[in-house]
């Protein structure tokens, strides 16, 4: 069963953060996520902060495909995949509407529908955000969002705590479109959730 928006408000505290590209720590249905608006400014913050490189492009978690309408070449077909599976267990590496910041893959940008009713809730306030691991890079991420944030030294108001269950990470694949929106098999880059089996049996299954 598909979990639902939470009726809980963001904290306004949160949201000022966001607001101004500074990083948030929020709960999805795997593991904390590091949060910031997909901005030159918000990314420049994140690499900093987990100490990331330039040729390592994070993805977003969005609330809907209707919110990265600007940022990535979706169609019907796309979402028919993303709905195959359960919501959340992929990222699916769409071609960039234009070319965007490297940080987000220039070309191809990673896109993930939020499971977490948290994070749908933050979502639907302030758009998409990055859904990298809430740690610094080369180090174990944690699954508390609260013990996250403070490994990050961020203020204790700049995390909104929510259970976090853990396990595999979604899977991600990237897909091609064509004019007419079809899409191309999707080819798997990190193995997760969703496994190469159940993709090509859902992708023999529509041809």
Known sequence: MEKMISSERPPEAL????????????????????????????????????????????????????????????????????????????????????????????????????????????????????ATSANRSGMNPLSECSKAAAELDLPSDAVWNGHCPGGLPSTVIRIETNLMGGISEPMVIRGGLVSSTELNQWWMMRN
């Open 15 to 130: 949201l000022r953060y966001i607001e101004r590209g500074e990083p948030v720590v929020y709960p999805t249905s795997t593991l904390p996520a590091l949060g910031v608006k997909p901005t030159k400014e918000g990314l420049d913050a994140l690499f900093k902060l987990k100490g990331r490189q330039e040729g390592q492009p994070v993805s977003l978690m969005s609330e809907s495909l209707e919110q990265v309408a600007g940022l990535v070449e979706w169609s019907e077909e796309v979402l028919e995949l993303i709905e195959a599976f359960p919501r959340g267990s992929l990222t699916i590496v769409l071609p960039a509407a234009k070319v965007a910041d490297s940080r987000l893959g220039k070309n191809g940008i990673g896109i993930r529908l939020a499971a977490h009713p948290l994070a749908r809730t933050l979502l639907k306030c302030t758009g998409p955000l990055t």
